[in-house]
């Protein structure tokens, strides 16, 4: 499905200007809204819908009438708790400094946590292979404002538009210290609502052998799954399940030392 990119309901200087942008960047169409519904430009150009709003990027693709857009989400109190207690960082015993790639970037709430964890001295770097929700993630990371405490840390991450699979096949061995993956939508999860405009769009593939070779041969301290808490991944490429009771995600943790 191609991608256009498109203005507000009632655009005005800088919703043209950052459409520009998008559709020199992202080398897609812009199309002029003439104040069409999503509904009526979805048959019109038949085509998912980028949209230069007045204060962020917004997505739709066809079929959906909400739309995905970059918000900082759980990292927002994630962050403001001590960073040793996340689930995230006791975990994968990620440390300042350290190098994290994240398979499943999403939201890049993880990310961010771990973005603020490393520090300017560390590194962060996400892959979404979908390309529109890779660039409206990483606009997001640059652009967002409304919580100062994590300007720095969103600022920091990398987000690479690639198949995590591909990405980890051009890294170095042992080159991050913890390779991440929560692959999407394995269950129908409510604490992920934000995520529902997505579903059939994002790259959500199931682990598989490769993908476990490579992070294993990629990661220095550990590979960590996130998943629900019936998923058979964690037996299945040998993770050390970490339950966490009365909840519906589970982790698991691979050593490489």
Not at 65 to 75: D, L
Request: with cysteine.
């Amino acid at each position: 499905m191609k991608t256009i990119v498109t203005t507000a309901y009632r655009p005005n200087q800088k919703t043209d200007e950052l459409a520009a942008r998008v559709s020199e960047e992202l080398a897609i169409p812009f199309v002029l809204r003439r104040k069409r519904s999503i509904e009526r430009i979805h048959s019109d150009e038949q085509a998912d819908v980028l949209v230069a709003a007045k204060e962020r990027l917004e997505f739709y693709p066809v079929g959906k009438t909400e739309p995905f857009f970059f918000h900082p989400n759980s990292a927002a109190f994630r962050t403001k708790r001590p960073l040793d207690q996340d689930p995230l960082i006791e975990v994968s015993g990620l440390s300042e400094g350290d190098c994290l790639i994240d398979c499943t970037l999403g939201m890049a709430s993880d990310a961010i946590v771990a973005s603020q964890r490393v520090g300017g001295n560390g590194r962060v770097i996400g892959c979404e292979a979908h390309p529109t929700l890779a660039y409206v993630v990483s606009n997001g990371l640059r652009a967002y404002e409304s919580m100062p405490h994590l300007t720095e840390a969103m600022k920091r991450i990398r987000v690479v538009a690639s198949d995590a699979v591909e990405f980890l096949k051009t890294c170095d061995d042992r080159s991050a210290d913890v390779v991440y993956m929560d692959p999407m939508f394995t269950e129908e999860i409510s604490e992920s609502s934000n995520f529902l405009p997505l579903r059939g769009t994002a790259e959500a593939g199931q682990l598989t052998e490769e993908w476990m070779a490579q992070a294993v041969r990629v990661s220095r301290k550990a590979v960590v799954l996130k998943a629900h808490f019936r998923s058979a991944d964690f037996e299945r490429y040998g993770f050390a399940r970490r339950v966490r009771p009365n909840t519906k995600f589970h982790y698991g943790v691979i050593s490489c030392r």
